[in-house]
């Protein structure tokens, strides 16, 4: 069967990710194999080497210099800007975090999915040890903010309609739809991107995939978990550094909130605070941070950025 995807705009964001690189480069060859692509690596002000890195191992990427750590989003979109004024005629785009690494075959897998309504198509993930990475998600809810907070995510997730998180391993031996994933790793086709627009900015970090995704599927687009394209994605800090955990904490309140309205947020932001005292107590820091966020209103209404994190 021929693939409905040929032309592949390959768009990494960098931030300090110089010591990634290498290895990330290095699997695209067999991940793309087959297929017609071009890099673009979007660099958000690093201070260390990545801009001179990417350059040496890619000399025929194109590079772009955002000049600011916008965020994820905001290097995503720039990419992709860059991508499309080169070559309109791109089929699809896939983001890629600067620490995934390709198997073979991964993205030629990905495009075979891209058809019958589907926007965006995901990998089977796991860490750098080869366990599992738990990607697919389900729509955030009150029920399952509820289950979260009572049981736990990984045992709300072993019941499809009670976790936002998968945590059935049986669930990602099969293809199927999603509401939406992991963003380390995704095809998005070029029909799905013109028909949303670029990604959110105002997220800079965490919940601009989650947005896009849900944003997708409102504009009739499938989300969908293919089994066969594998990938590695070595992991970031969140759950370990308080200030990134508040972030991803504070932006889950507020995507649902714009989404579902202020009296469904409220209750929302009520069962999250509710989880996270939990947590605090049994003496978790990053609980403890993200605490503070969610009852400090300048906190909650101040713009995403930087020094948010650091001052988290």
Known sequence: ?????????????????????????????????????????????????????????????????????????????????????????????????????????????????LVFGVGVAVPRLVDAEGRLIESMRGAPSLVRAFADAVVGANRAGRVRWAGEIVADPAEYERGQDTDWAEGSTQLISAECWRACGPWDESYFLYS???????????????????????AVHLGGESTTSPGLWALLVANRVRLFTVRRGRVQGAAY????????????????????????????????????????????
């Open 1 to 113: 069967m021929s693939l409905p995807i040929r032309t592949i705009a390959v768009v990494v964001v960098t931030y300090n990710s110089a010591h990634l690189l290498a290895d990330l480069v290095g699997s695209l060859p067999g991940g793309l194999a087959g297929l017609g692509w071009r890099l673009v690596v979007a660099d958000n002000a690093s201070a260390d080497d990545s801009v001179a890195t990417a350059r040496r191992l890619a000399p025929d990427a194109t590079v772009v210099e955002t000049g600011r750590n916008g965020g994820y989003a905001a290097g995503i979109n720039a990419g992709v800007a860059a991508a499309f004024a080169e070559d309109p005629d791109v089929d699809a785009v896939l983001v890629l975090n600067p620490d995934v690494r390709l198997e073979p075959d991964c993205v030629t897998a990905l495009a075979r999915e």
């Open 208 to 230: 601009e995939e989650t947005e896009f995704h849900l944003r997708a599927r409102d504009r009739g687009f499938r989300v969908r978990f293919a089994p066969a394209a594998r």
């Open 269 to 312: 932001w009520l069962m999250v605070l509710a989880r996270e005292c939990s947590r605090a107590l049994l003496g978790k820091q990053t609980s403890r941070h993200a605490v503070r966020t969610l009852v400090s209103p300048r906190r909650m209404s101040a713009p995403r950025g930087p020094e948010w994190v650091a001052s988290a």
